[in-house]
């Protein structure tokens, strides 16, 4: 099946500094990617849409300004976490949507902020 | 999107089948049922999909009955791998809307 990876699988950071996390499709073009966060013991909740060449579309609640996700080509969508804080240390999780509409979940990224 | 309800965990031994029922009332037309497996750590792996009577693959078996407002996920014959978090989706047929987790059921598999 197709695969999704993310760089780096784990990072900590000190608070007040940002952090890039990269998430790839290996073997397959995405027009559009997804960025979810996890909680310890909680579901995943959807971040934002990204989208090839356009703004992503960010849910309720999140700060864009915070979580800056660009999604340069149709193989690579990235999140920076702007000025991370101790309460931003969660486990973030990518997908990117395949031509026929199904989603390819990556690895995961377990960000640490001390 | 169609509202999911599952259990929130279960318990089995090893060698037995589980069932795993997940209920969407508000089941669209177009919408289908998926399936995710995921273990600690780790991102979602698909399991399976369907629309409607029964699905199978080499992982698992997926029954919907005729009204489509339920779902049950079968695993045959579990082992201690099998112990993960298991999330029912219902997911729209068209557009780009993206996948929304509920809270999943938590499978623990006991020697």
């Known amino acids: 099946g197709a695969v999704v990876s993310q760089h780096p699988s784990r990072v900590i950071c000190k608070s007040g500094t940002s952090v890039k996390i990269e998430c790839r499709s290996l073997?397959?073009?995405?027009?559009?990617m997804f960025w979810y966060r996890q909680f310890p013991k909680k579901s995943l909740m959807l971040m934002a849409t990204?989208?090839?060449?356009?703004?992503?579309?960010?849910e309720q609640g999140v700060e864009k300004d915070k979580f800056l996700i660009n999604h340069a080509s149709l193989t690579l969508s990235t999140l920076t976490v702007t000025s991370a804080h101790p309460e931003d240390s969660s486990f973030y999780i990518c997908s990117a949507r395949g031509l026929a509409g199904e989603q390819y979940f990556g690895p995961g990224t377990r960000l640490t902020v001390t | 999107l169609a509202k999911t309800t599952q259990p929130i965990s279960m318990d089995s031994y090893e060698g037995q089948e589980v069932n795993i029922t997940c209920s969407h009332n508000?089941?669209?037309?177009?919408?289908?049922i998926t399936w995710y497996q995921q273990f600690p750590s780790q991102g979602p792996r698909f399991i399976i999909q369907?629309?409607?009577t029964k699905v199978t693959n080499e992982v698992a078996s997926l029954f919907i009955p005729a009204d489509r407002k339920s779902s049950t996920l079968s695993l045959p014959r579990v082992s201690l791998s099998d112990t993960a978090v298991y999330y029912c989706?219902?997911?729209?047929?068209?557009?780009?809307?993206?996948?929304?987790f509920g809270k999943g059921t938590r499978l623990s598999v006991i020697a």
């Open positions: 369907g629309y409607k």
């Open positions: 073997d397959f073009q995405a027009t559009t």
């Open positions: 990204s989208n090839e060449g356009s703004k992503a579309t960010y």
């Open positions: 508000n089941i669209a037309t177009n919408d289908y």
């Open positions: 989706l219902v997911v729209q047929n068209s557009g780009n809307t993206p996948l929304v």
